[in-house]
Structures are given as C-alpha cells and as structure tokens.
C-alpha cells in the first residue's frame, strides 16, 4: 500500500477549520478522458475565447508545473442565508449574477488557497511548490473538482455538490506532496431531469446535455467587448452581469444548505446597480464603488453598455434625456451605437430623427450601421 505525506483525514480536518465548504484530492496525472470534448469544442466554434489556448496545459498538470503530484480542489458556497428576500431596491435596477452580489470571489478563494498551501507545508515540515488558480488556470476547474470527489458535472455543465448544489467557486492547488486522493464522484447525476436546463436556457447555449456553445452563454456575452450583437439583446432583460437561468431552474438546487462565507452576503448595490446612477460614473468611480465585485474587471464602459440595453429593454422613457445625450457626446461608439438601439427600442417614430442627425455625423461603421434604421424606410431602403 502506497504511503502518503498526507492522509484523506488531515486534509478533510484542515478544511473544516478553514471554513472551506467542500475540500478533495486528485492525482496529478492527466484528465486524459476530456483530451477528445476539448478538442470538438474548439472545433465546433463553442468557446467563448476565456478559454486557456494551449490544449495540452488543460489535460495536464506536469505540462505547466512538472513538480506536480497532487491536486487539492476545494469549493465555497455563495448563496448564503441573507440571499433570501433580497429585493430590488428603489429605482431603475438592473439585475446582476448572484456569484457578483458580494465580493470578488478570486480574491476569497485565492486567500483560502494561500492559507491552505501554508498549512500543507506545516504538515510535511518543509517547503512545497504550489500552483493555484481560481478560474483563471490552464486546467477544467470542473473535472478537478468532480475527479476530487467534491460532485459531478449536470447537463448544465456546472459542478452540482451534494449539499450546496451549484452554487459553488472553485479553485484548486497542485503541489508536490503525495496526498492521499478521493474516490472521484460517479458520473452522470441528471438521468431523472428531463433537460430542464436545456429549455430554459434564453439562448439555447446548452446545445445538448453536458455540452455548451459558450459563444451563446448570456454569462458569456454580458462580458464580451464592442458591440452585443442585435439578435441577444432582448434575451437579456435587465441582466447586466451574467446569468442563472439553468441554476435556477435545477432541481438539484432547489433545497441546499446556505454557504456561510460572509464575504458572499449581498450587498444591494452589487445586486441590483441603479441603471441611471451607472450611466453616469467615471471608470474612477465604477473602480472606487464596484471594485471590490466579481462584475469590476471588465471596467465600466462594458457594464454602461448592458445598462443601456436593459434601459431599451424596459422601454424606460425616463432614460430618453441621459441616452441622448449619450448619442450626441458619448467618445465611445459601442456606447454611441447601443444607445441608438436603445432609443429605437424605446419610441422609434419619436426618436427617428435624433438617431439620423446622429448617423450623420458618425465616422465608426459599427456605430453608424446601429444607426441606419433611422434613414431607412420601413421597408429598409434608404429614406
């Protein structure tokens, strides 16, 4: 029997005392079995362009960090208790992913993972190599963590636990450390549902079961950068910041424990951003207010452009002044153009002019190709 550094009881306990929901171990050899899916995946045109290039990196720890001998997945639980009768509060709200309601989970699970890496090293009394990431690192978070034994991946392609369903981050760390492994979880676990998350989903970027065309995830586009295309803009109501359409409607999410991390609590401002107080915030003031929010990253020019089309959305006659005004001065023009979409969404007959006064004077064909309709008939020849 092989002797390990570390035993499947020490690493369950350090854990539990660093508050991590669920915590597991894998080998560090390579996720062979995903080496074809990544392959097709790429080849089909479903990724989103988040992805690590480099295939061999994503199957193979040793191919980026040769000391490589274990893996230690570890996942937090972020809807936590105060999730219950979080309401909208007053005035034009947008709607943000719950992962985005507190803070910055990289910055929690990185900590943990730090603090982890300090306690392993206490444990085999000398210094160890580490490397850990939290959605950022070469490998499939998801295959770790389901090999880890830590739960299996749903025909929504997110990790379902046991007990806190899919509402969980996920990080992990490879070191050089023989660490007794978990049993993987079995797979699948979705036989009784009958493709709930594939229905529901607003742009059918669940393609079929266990398989995602990520280039159509709403959580997907409310990041990308230039221009939404026209086709999704509708599909996202109100969401300014990712999506939980399939999480929602999972059946394995319906009764789970509460996380408890309290850097997870929603803050309403994260939650639920005032539409018009947005249009308005330097990228200064969106980094001062919003900096410490999984949603920041991207800046504010992105999150100014989803509150735009949540504005268009809602048919919010209230935002007509700022939107001009944003037509007219914006220096932007994915902001120039989106708004021009807005306006049409809002009163086409009334703002028909203001738009073509626009297209006009634009020099981005991008920008300007928002702003045709308002120099084409009905029947979209020119006027």
Request: proline share 6%.
């Amino acid at each position: 029997m092989k002797r390990y550094e570390i035993d499947r009881e020490t690493i369950e306990r350090i854990g539990e005392e660093l508050s991590i929901d669920g915590i597991g171990v894998t080998t560090a050899e390579p996720f062979e079995e995903l080496r074809a899916h990544l392959i097709h995946y790429r080849e089909a045109g479903h990724e989103s362009g988040f992805e690590h290039p480099v295939l061999e990196e994503r199957v193979d720890p040793r191919a980026f960090f040769p000391e490589a001998r274990s893996i230690v997945a570890i996942a937090m639980a972020y809807r936590t208790e105060r999730y219950i009768g979080q309401k909208k509060p007053e005035g034009l709200r947008g709607q943000m992913s719950v992962y985005a309601w507190g803070m910055d989970y990289h910055l929690v699970l990185k900590q943990k993972l730090t603090l982890l890496a300090a306690r392993l090293e206490a444990e085999v009394g000398r210094k160890i190599h580490v490397h850990h990431s939290v959605d950022t690192g070469p490998l499939v978070d998801r295959a770790v963590a389901q090999r880890a034994g830590i739960g299996w991946v749903g025909k929504n392609c997110s990790l379902i636990t046991d007990k806190h369903g899919s509402w969980v981050f996920l990080g992990q760390l490879i070191c050089d450390v023989d660490i007794e492994p978990n049993e993987p979880t079995p797979l699948p676990q979705c036989a009784d549902c009958p493709d709930l998350c594939l229905k529901a989903c607003p742009t059918k970027a669940l393609v079929q079961p266990f398989q995602t065309d990520s280039s159509k995830c709403l959580s997907y586009i409310t990041q990308m950068k230039g221009m939404i295309p026209e086709e999704y803009r509708p599909k996202l109501g109100r969401r300014l910041w990712g999506c939980d359409t399939c999480q929602v409607v999972c059946p394995k999410n319906r009764e789970v424990s509460f996380g408890t991390a309290i850097e997870f609590d929603p803050e309403p401002e994260y939650a639920f951003p005032d539409l018009m107080r947005l249009l308005e915030l330097s990228n200064r003031q969106f980094r001062k207010e919003f900096g410490a929010s999984a949603a920041a990253w991207r800046g504010v020019k992105i999150m100014q452009r989803n509150a735009i089309i949540a504005l268009g959305n809602m048919r919010e006659k209230a935002a007509v002044p700022k939107l001009l005004q944003l037509l007219r001065q914006d220096e932007r023009p994915e902001i120039r153009g989106t708004t021009a979409w807005a306006l049409k969404m809002i009163d086409r007959a009334e703002h028909r002019q203001a738009v073509a006064d626009a297209f006009e004077r634009e020099q981005d064909e991008a920008a300007k190709r928002e702003m045709a309709w308002a120099v084409e008939s009905e029947g979209g020849e020119p006027a």
